[in-house]
């Protein structure tokens, strides 16, 4: 082990709240900041689906959020985050991806079956085991479907990709990102080799939102185009 991960053993992070709060309400905040990245106003009905709850069960919680100064919900804006409550979300979104990341790594696990078992274990990492697995991945950046894993100082870096959708017959590009929170739909791409990492090839796009053709490790395979939108390339 090198110096400096042994320093950092030797200096933990203080815990920044995370053991104050409940495992649910460590699950919204990480849930509610992944939706922020993708609207300008999160609903409590798009986080009832991202739950898969009931709309007044995420109300409510909205509400505990909000008494707690780690999320605002004003009419019309949607719901979003205190400073507080970002910070809450990227630790708890670090351990969930690194512990992905060490599962996929070094227990083999496959990354359609990490996800569900980073949710259980997540709540119950300590900082200085986060701080040993880290140091054991040799800092890692991102997660097995592609993700950015946020830095001991709760940084997170986003590098420019967009969906295969966007590509033109004949565009070559890599695949960066997967979604995580659907094991069907990963186990499908898995199957396959749609992972991050792999090179694509667009072939043809049929017309009115028809499936794409691509061609992957040498050979064709046809996508439906709400699939493609989930898979994002460089």
Known sequence: MSADSGSTQRRPRRRSG???IS???????REIYKLQQESDAVTT????RRMGVSAP?????????????LADHALYRGVRLTRAGERLALEVLRHHRLL???LAETLEVGIDAVHVEADRL???LSEELEQRIDAALGGPTHDPHGDPIPTIQLRIDRPKTRPLTELAPGDHATVRRIPDGDAELLHYLVGLDLVPGQSVTLVHAAPLRGPLTLGVGGRTLSLSIEVAAEIHVA
């Open 18 to 20: 995370l053991a104050e």
């Open 23 to 29: 495992d649910a309400a460590q699950d919204y905040l």
């Open 45 to 48: 009905s798009a986080i009832a």
């Open 57 to 69: 069960s995420a109300t409510a919680m909205v509400k505990k959020l909000a008494a707690l100064e």
């Open 100 to 102: 992905e990341l060490y």
């Open 122 to 124: 997540e709540h119950a």
